[in-house]
């Protein structure tokens, strides 16, 4: 739906909720007892006309924000992003997260690391809020050693969004980096993890590259753990299921970007001739 059809709908919805609210006394009580109703209540009209332009505040103030959104076009979103954060210091995480996928989608790495750089002077928190996607982020320049290290950094999870997440990246990274035996202690305890797709990558991750990793007694209880894991998975789902679900996880870019090995993943759990 066009930004400007919703902007338009809730102004709409919002003046019809408050109009009838406003007459409903009059046609119930009439205007001998609704007058007095409305002078006590007179705060509840202030509340509604303060929504309203509260409301129509926030839309007017990212009106070129949601314009470019809705056109795609990532250059002047980029630019616009990087103005707000680099030039205004706003490093709210709506800002943060929008500028780092704008980047991501425009193939920007270096703004993406100067972004980092910004966050690491002025915000460390927001940083370690949003490691995740910069940790994601730096897969994709192909340098595992410096994954590792960043992600080191914040492999605790403390404020960080998404901790679990956090703690496969940094497996992740540490097999990238050919260290796939250090990889598997991490990965166990996202195994078990609620999040379907987290938990489908570990048991792939630790099945295959981190088993021939190890030695055959480890590899023995890693491929049990993580054969267990993906039956229990195939079975829960089933793959039209599961289809659903992946593409309710790509809605998140970090997870996109994992694209190649969840779709390698998806083929482990469903093999062909498989449960359908």
Wanted: proline share 3%.
């Amino acid at each position: 739906m066009k930004f400007k059809t919703i902007f338009a709908l809730f102004n709409i919805i919002l003046i019809f909720s408050f109009g009838f609210i406003f007459m409903m006394p009059f046609m119930l009580l009439g205007s001998e007892y609704s007058l007095p109703f409305w002078t006590k209540n007179w705060p509840l009209f202030l509340f509604f006309t303060a929504v309203l332009i509260g409301f129509n505040a926030f839309f007017v103030s990212n009106w070129r924000l949601f314009s470019l959104l809705e056109s795609e076009d990532w250059e002047a979103l980029g630019s616009l992003l990087g103005q707000r954060v680099f030039d205004r210091k706003r490093y709210d995480r709506r800002t943060v997260r929008l500028l780092v996928n704008t980047s991501l989608l425009r193939g920007d790495m270096d703004t993406v690391k100067r972004l980092e750089t910004a966050l690491r002077t002025d915000k460390p928190a927001a940083l370690r809020r949003d490691a995740v996607l910069f940790g994601a982020a730096r897969l994709l320049a192909n340098d595992a050693e410096a994954s590792v290290r960043f992600l080191s950094e914040f492999a605790d999870g403390a404020g960080v969004e998404n901790p679990e997440w956090m703690r496969f990246y940094h497996a992740f990274a540490l097999v990238l980096g050919k260290r796939a035996s250090e990889a598997a202690a991490r990965l166990m305890p996202t195994l078990s993890s609620k999040d379907p797709v987290l938990s489908l990558l570990s048991a792939y991750t630790l099945g295959t590259t981190c088993a021939v990793a190890v030695t055959p007694a480890e590899r023995q209880s890693l491929v049990a753990a993580a054969e267990g894991r993906r039956a229990e998975l195939a079975r829960r789902y089933g793959a039209v299921r599961w289809a659903r679900e992946v593409e309710r996880a790509k809605s998140e870019i970090h997870i996109v970007i994992l694209s190649k090995v969840l779709d390698e993943a998806t083929s482990w759990l469903f093999p062909v001739g498989g449960q359908a």
